[in-house]
């Protein structure tokens, strides 16, 4: 049998590692300089040709604009003349008919190279204060100061300002903004989209400057793309695609005093059909890879059929079976051994868990005997008997097997139920034997018990003995002791033991009081008296409590 790592450095470093760094290095550097240098030359020729793109399209809408400013000059002093009316009349722009605005413009704009139009009154701080239609597009602009600046110093030194072309806003839609100043210091805002036509065709052209380009994208300042022919997103390269770059650029329009708009332009060029060498290089790792595969498959077959034995061993431990191993059955030593040595542990471990198993389960019920019987010489204390104990064990079954509770948990409730008032052999017998009722002190002293009893379970493995302990005197509805807690902040043990506790107190004699009978104790419970409420219990567990204890042969419980 040959060792594993024999057939490790055969297939990893004598064949496959080879051949995949010899092949990638060559590709790789090849293809990388040859991207590099043509990347840089197509890079400077785009920017260049982009810039003339814009600069053309802003000569044209200029030309188209020359022909329309008059009738824009028009529509701003009308509409100036009946804003100036309602701020005379201190009536407010609300007064003013959105719709008739519309109506009476639309007329004026008819045979244009606007598709659709807005009016705004923007404040000095560039808050839109009225607009014709809810359209948040020239907010892109207003809300930049420098833009706002320069609007204000050419309306001061014009009286009209003339934005010819913009991107801005979250449709990518270009138009034309057109402001006049109000006398109140307001800003009349005219939004005109412009035909796309006009710029457009031209923007789409960028794509065919080089054959290397495979998508523009132009986004305006709120990251908005302009462009309508190619909407598909920029996915982030592979590894894989180095023969692809993405060049980005951020272009200017200025066109309005010192405020420049910007237009980032994003290009992704392929320089696939550059890669021949690279093909052919491909095809011929391929080849290799191919050939590599024939030669190692009979080793790895032989690895893959040792290891799947070994997957199938594991599967049978899971499902707690001991399969038997041959030697004759492994081609591979290492594996045998592993096999072999796994089969030996899992052997053992099993024996151990199995005595341990046995340990844990002997000394819990030697504990749990135990407990009953230190439970019953407290009770003694008080009681003659420890049947009170058995009886509160038997009615906390009732309640816990009803519950879905994990199967240990459910018996730690009942077996530490009997240990509920373990804690009154810290209170002096003559108090507890009392035929009297007790004083204020004798009383805190006897309810002292709770804590006391819980103290005697301080490691964690008896959590549920100390909570019986401690909290089987509370009341749900926080009238109890120790704590006074209420409700389900009580733990469940101690809500249990508290039903069944009561209640057998209810069914048996006292120096104090005579036994009441099943209905007399279940009235008590139900209705209350003196010293038992209703609200004592919790709800849903007395419910199930009365249901289960009809289902009890009462007569050889308690005799009657």
């Given amino acids: 049998m040959r060792p594993i790592k024999y057939y490790f450095n055969l297939l990893i470093y004598g064949i496959i590692f080879p051949v995949m760094v010899i ?72 007064t003013i008919d959105k719709q008739s605005v519309k109506e009476r413009t639309e007329i004026l704009f008819m ?54 072309f913009s991107f801005a806003g979250f449709s990518g839609v270009g138009r034309t903004l057109a402001f ?8 009349i805002a005219l939004s005109l989209k412009l035909n796309p036509e006009l710029y457009l065709p031209q923007i789409e052209k960028v794509k065919d400057f080089s054959i290397f380009i495979e998508k523009v994208r132009l986004f305006n300042l709120n990251g908005i793309p302009i462009t309508f022919g190619d909407t598909a997103s920029f996915k982030p390269l592979k590894w894989w695609e180095f023969y692809k770059r993405d060049l980005k650029n951020t272009f200017y329009v200025n066109t309005l005093g010192t405020w ?13 059909e550059m890669h021949s060498i690279f093909i052919v290089s491909v095809l011929v790792f391929f080849a290799l890879l191919i050939l590599t595969y024939i030669v190692a498959f009979k080793e790895y077959r032989a690895i893959r059929k040792d290891i799947g034995k070994i ?24 594996v045998f051994e592993v096999a072999s040595t796994l089969s030996l542990l899992v052997n053992r471990l099993k024996e151990e868990e199995r005595k341990s198993i046995d340990i844990i389960i002997r000394r819990k019920e030697a504990f749990v005997d135990f407990a009953e019987k230190l439970a019953i010489v407290a009770e003694s204390y008080e009681h003659q008997t420890g049947e009170h104990l058995m009886r ?80 089987h005197h509370e009341n749900y509805d926080g009238s109890g002791y120790p704590f006074g807690l209420r409700g389900e902040e009580i733990p469940l043990p101690g809500r249990i033991v508290k039903i069944v506790d009561v209640y057998d107190a209810l069914r048996s004699e006292r120096p104090y009081k005579r036994a009441y009978t099943h209905s007399q104790a279940v009235k008590i419970m139900t209705e209350g008296d003196e010293r038992v409420k209703p609200g004592d219990f919790d709800p849903v567990l007395i419910s199930i409590f009365l249901e289960e204890i009809e289902k009890v042969d009462l007569q050889s419980l308690y005799g009657g």
């Fill in 23 to 94: 092949s990638a290095t060559l590709v790789s550097y090849y293809s990388w300089k040859q991207v590099s240098k043509v990347s840089s030359l197509v890079q400077k020729q785009i920017d260049s040709r982009i810039e003339s793109v814009i600069n053309s399209i802003l000569s044209s809408i200029y030309g188209h604009l020359a022909s329309e400013m008059k009738i824009i000059e028009r529509v701003l002093s009308e509409s100036k003349f009946e804003f100036e009316r309602a701020i005379i009349k201190l009536k407010g722009y609300d």
């Fill in 111 to 164: 045979n244009t190279d606007f598709t659709d139009f807005n009016f705004y009154v923007v404040n000095p701080k560039g808050d839109i204060v009225w607009a014709t239609e809810a359209d948040s597009e020239i907010h892109a602009l207003l809300s930049m100061q420098n833009f706002l600046d320069c609007v204000k110093e050419e309306l001061a030194l014009k009286g009209i300002c003339v934005y010819p």
């Fill in 180 to 187: 006049q100043k109000l006398s109140n210091g307001d800003i």
């Fill in 260 to 272: 420049s708009e910007p237009l980032n332009a994003y290009i992704r060029l392929n320089f696939l």
């Fill in 311 to 334: 997957q199938n061993y594991v599967s049978k431990l899971e499902a707690n079976e001991y399969p038997q191993f041959d030697s004759q059955d492994f081609k591979i030593k290492e």
């Fill in 392 to 471: 509160v064990k038997y009615l906390t079954g009732l309640i816990v097997n009803r519950l879905e509770l994990d199967r240990d948990y459910a018996d730690q409730i009942i077996n530490y139920s009997v240990l509920h008032d373990i804690g009154k052999i810290y209170i002096p017998i003559d108090v507890l034997q009392a035929q009297r009722k007790l004083n204020p002190a004798e009383w805190e002293l006897v309810k002292k018990h709770t804590i006391y009893g819980a103290n005697l379970f301080s490691d964690p493995e008896f959590l549920v003995a100390k909570e019986i302990c401690l909290y």
